[in-house]
């Protein structure tokens, strides 16, 4: 595994940070959506909560990036007033581990658009099956389940890959990251 400089941390730190911000404000928009149609009002929305792993691991290219990332976020939406407390921390780790099982499967080494969508897919699956068995969704009935199942992995491809790969690209894009993986890949891109 290759070493990780100090630029590398503090981006992935900062964009932590940020996306904790970003995690706790659609707390309140999913909350709005579940009291007007019950669980399945979080699930067009789930996938921004997948977001900065899909970000990070885009400009950052390396292993552990999509999961530290994500367990940062979390921690970070913890102390600023998530009211899940400690066992969003767990969550945010399993939805870490679903994006960067899917750049495992291609050694960290392809972030095309549609692995980036895949990614968020897989942390949409991965959050799935937590969140099964911790929020009750058993008691449901299974077309439902499987309804809930399918928006969250459209979403996750959707807000969290197709979205992610668009703002990680947009921030390359004003130099800020020439230095990273996909600050490098956009230059040559353009010099091409």
């Known amino acids: 595994m290759s070493k990780w400089s100090l630029r590398e941390i503090v981006v992935m730190s900062v964009l932590g940070i940020v996306f904790a911000i970003v995690y706790l404000l659609f707390t ?6 579940f009291g007007l149609v019950g669980p399945i009002g979080y699930e067009p929305i789930f996938g921004i909560w997948f977001i900065v792993s899909i970000i990070v691991a885009n400009i950052i290219r390396k292993p552990g990036a ?15 007033g998530n ?12 939805q870490g581990l679903g994006a960067e099982v899917v750049f495992a499967a291609t ?9 980036l969508m895949l990614a968020g897919v897989g942390s949409a699956i991965f959050s799935f099956a ?12 299974p077309s439902y389940v499987l309804s809930m199942l399918a928006i969250r992995m459209v979403s996750g491809a959707l807000l969290a890959g197709l979205l992610g790969k668009y703002i990680s690209e ?3 894009k004003t130099g800020v990251l020439n230095g990273m993986p996909l600050g490098k890949e956009m230059k040559k891109r353009k010099v091409a």
């Open 83 to 94: 009211a899940v407390g400690p066992r969003l921390l767990i969550s945010g780790m399993i």
């Open 107 to 115: 050694g960290w080494k392809r972030y095309s658009t549609w692995v």
């Open 130 to 141: 937590w969140g099964y068995f911790i929020s009750g969704f058993a008691t449901l009935s």
């Open 170 to 172: 947009g921030l390359a």
């Open 28 to 33: 309140q928009v999913g909350n709005i959506f």
């Open 66 to 80: 999509a999961f530290l990332s994500e367990t940062i976020a979390a921690f970070v939406e913890i102390l600023i």
